[in-house]
Each structure stands twice: as C-alpha cells, then as structure tokens.
C-alpha cells in the first residue's frame, strides 16, 4: 500500500489515463495500477514494455509512483527516471520520444527479493536452480559494493556484446560464485548497487519512496486494457544543463 495518506481509490489504467490528461478529478491515493516510461524513435520501439535485446523483464513502478506524475510537466517525469537534463538534451537531439505504459497491477509482482527470485523461477527457468544457491549471499548489500567497479560501468551492462557482459549465456557457464550470480543479476535484471531488496524506489525529484514492480517483459498487446499516453517533450521548453 502507499505511504501517501488517505485510502486509495482503485483505478484501473483507463481512468489513469483520464487523470493524465486532465479529464477527470484526481484523488488522494490511487491503486490498482504500475507503470513504466519508455523511450523509442519509431512506434515499433514501443510494441514490449523494454526494446533492451533479450530482456526479459522489466521495472515498473507502482501507483504512487504513478499518482506522482500526474500534473507533472513530460520533461519531469522522464527526469523522474533517473536520467540528467544533458542526457535528455542529447536524445531529443537524437529523434528519441517518450510514452508512459500503465498497465494493471495484477500483471506486476513486487520488486523484493522474495518477488525478484519468484520471478527468476518463471522468466529464467535455466539459471533458476543456479541462482537459487546464492539466494541468502546476493542479499547482502555489502557483496554488490565489493565488485570491481570496472565489470560495472555503463558500458558493461547495458551492451550484452561485451566480453564482460554477465548474459544469460554466460552466466550459464562460468564459474558458480556469489559474485557471479550478483553481477547477473546487476547486469540482466538491472539490480544495481542502489537495490535494497523492500520492494521500495526512491523518486529522484522529490526524494519521496514510491513501490516498484517487476513484471514479463511482453508485448504490449498482450497486456489486457494496458494504456500508452504520449509524453510530448519540447527541447525549447526544458532548462539547458549547467
């Protein structure tokens, strides 16, 4: 439940649609909904929640998350992601667009441990067992900050073709250690050194906790009354970095 005061109103992702675009009231707390930002140049971009090539999941977040965008100006919410203002300079530059997905929140399972290692058992079912060995280890937050910092970097874990790149393949076949199983976790499903394992996120403009979600990462289409709401970035409207 959010920490947002108030007794949520469940919703469902037409009515959050509505919400965003300021056709109906807005209460308090809102739930029943997850969502997820995502960014692409043409619309075969947005067809699956993520277009990152063999991903098999996605972070979503929950619906205080979402409650948190409405009346939000776009450039905030994909601000809001985690990303800098130079970085949203150079995408637009680059033809890039943004959209928000809402989806139901019963298509999402809870981005705890306890939900990460449910969803490892469905999603990657060859690794499962594997991993299922170092369950209690890649808890502790101590082991992510003690890899090297090199096997980390951006260039690492978001290009699968790098020979550092912890793939599913690779993964497959390395060596069986904790810190093995750490870096794929870190590099394929995007659990980096900030993961606490509470099911919790931090919002990067307010500082507020919001509820995060894993779930499939699938087509769209196969997403029961999913909604995709267009964010319309203008790069004359958003601040130039410093």
Not at 174 to 185: G, P
């Amino acid at each position: 439940m959010s920490e947002r005061q108030g007794v949520p109103t469940e919703i469902d992702p037409a009515t959050y649609a509505a919400m965003f675009e300021g056709h109906q009231d807005v209460p308090v707390a809102i739930s029943g909904v997850c969502g997820r930002v995502v960014r692409g140049r043409h619309e075969d971009d947005f067809a699956m929640l993520a277009f990152a090539s063999g991903r098999r999941l996605a972070w979503v977040t929950g619906a205080d998350g979402l409650h948190a965008m409405l009346g939000r100006p776009p450039a905030d919410i994909v601000l809001g992601i985690g990303k800098d203002r130079a970085w949203l300079h150079e995408k637009l530059a680059e033809g890039m667009r943004w959209k928000l997905i809402v989806m139901p929140q019963a298509a999402c399972t809870r981005a705890d441990w306890r939900g990460v290692f449910a969803m490892i058992e469905t999603q990657y079912p060859e690794l499962a067992a594997k991993l299922r060995a170092w369950r209690e280890a890649v808890q502790d937050r101590a082991l992510a900050s003690r890899i090297e910092p090199a096997l980390v970097t951006a260039e690492v874990k978001d290009n699968p073709g790098h020979p550092a790149h912890m793939s599913i393949e690779r993964y497959r076949d390395c060596e069986d250690t904790k810190v093995n199983a750490r870096l794929f976790l870190w590099h394929s499903l995007g659990l980096n050194q900030h993961f606490k394992g509470d099911g919790w996120a931090v919002d990067p403009l307010t500082g507020a906790r919001v509820q995060e979600y894993l779930t499939a990462n699938v087509m769209l289409a196969g997403i029961p009354e999913h909604r995709l709401i267009d964010l319309r970035l203008e790069s004359s409207k958003i601040a130039q970095p410093i």
